[in-house]
């Protein structure tokens, strides 16, 4: 058996130029299309299943749902590796040349093509930015967001789905970040630059649940630790994942409100947040 590892890159409330994201696609043996018939449709369906340890017979995006989506004029990209799926993503246009990502994953190392291929889709109806929400607790997602991508998180988001039952946020509190990727004209090389991404410095303003620095500040930045893997942590022992919850939100909300956004994620779980200037 082959052990699979997942990015799970999104879950939000938001004709391509295939040329771009097929070649980068191709450097890992992996094509990326968009797909339209009832049978793919169908297959992704059951892949969020996987991603999410639901029954497939209750999928967090029902197949009849992404139908519904396509042809209403949004997009599911599916990566193959040869023929079988190894990543899906869906989005919708919006209002203002935006574009929301409603769910996306992949196995790791293909997530970065797979939100190219929803970018040039997105560039390609003339959107200007992309949105999507992510769980902020989860370290990695944060850094492919922030880091990788070069997206801004933009606002804190308390409960937001309310109680979740699928495998992996069952008995959390579902509090999410939405991210804004600003998607410039053409090219990958117009993707925005990562914001600043410095080390934590500054006094101590919060103490994490285990009993380390949770938060620290200095001047127009501000940084916040999450732990290590919220996903085993959650398995694992429940109470301490909520606790990390409720501290992290008392940081990150009371930030956001004060003018903060998400700037960058340090490999070792360190969230970098600043202070947007006046008038900015």
Not at 103 to 118: I, S, Y
């Amino acid at each position: 058996m082959v052990k699979r590892t997942y990015a799970c890159l999104g879950r939000s409330h938001n004709t391509p130029g295939p040329r771009s994201f097929d070649t980068r696609a191709m450097t890992a043996g992996v094509t990326i299309r968009t797909v339209h018939d009832v049978a793919s449709l169908a297959a992704v369906a059951d892949y969020f299943s996987d991603v999410w340890q639901t029954p497939r017979t209750a999928p967090p995006y029902p197949a009849e749902v992404l139908h519904s989506l396509v042809h209403s004029g949004g997009a599911v990209h599916a990566a193959f590796d040869g023929q079988r799926l190894a990543g899906a993503s869906v989005a919708v246009l919006g209002a203002d040349h935006g574009t929301y990502s409603l769910v996306a994953a992949a196995e790791r190392g293909l997530g970065h093509a797979v939100k190219l291929a929803q970018r040039d889709w997105a560039v390609g109806l003339g959107a200007r930015t992309m949105r999507w929400t992510f769980d902020p607790l989860v370290g990695r997602n944060a850094r492919f967001n922030l880091a990788k991508l070069g997206a801004t998180g933009t606002e804190y988001l308390v409960d937001f789905y309310g109680p979740m039952t699928d495998g992996v946020n069952d008995g959390d509190e579902s509090d999410r970040l939405t991210v804004t990727w600003e998607l410039g004209a053409t090219g990958e090389a117009d993707a925005p630059t990562p914001p600043y991404d410095g080390e934590p410095r500054g006094p101590v303003t919060a103490t994490a649940p285990d009993g380390g620095p949770l938060a620290r500040r200095d001047g127009r930045y501000l940084w916040c630790r999450v732990p290590e893997d919220i996903v085993k942590l959650r398995a694992a022992d429940p109470a301490s994942a909520l606790r990390w919850r409720h501290a992290v939100r008392e940081v990150l909300s009371s930030a956001f409100a004060e003018g903060f956004r998400a700037t960058g994620m340090s490999r070792d779980g360190w969230y970098t947040l600043t202070l947007e200037e006046a008038g900015a």
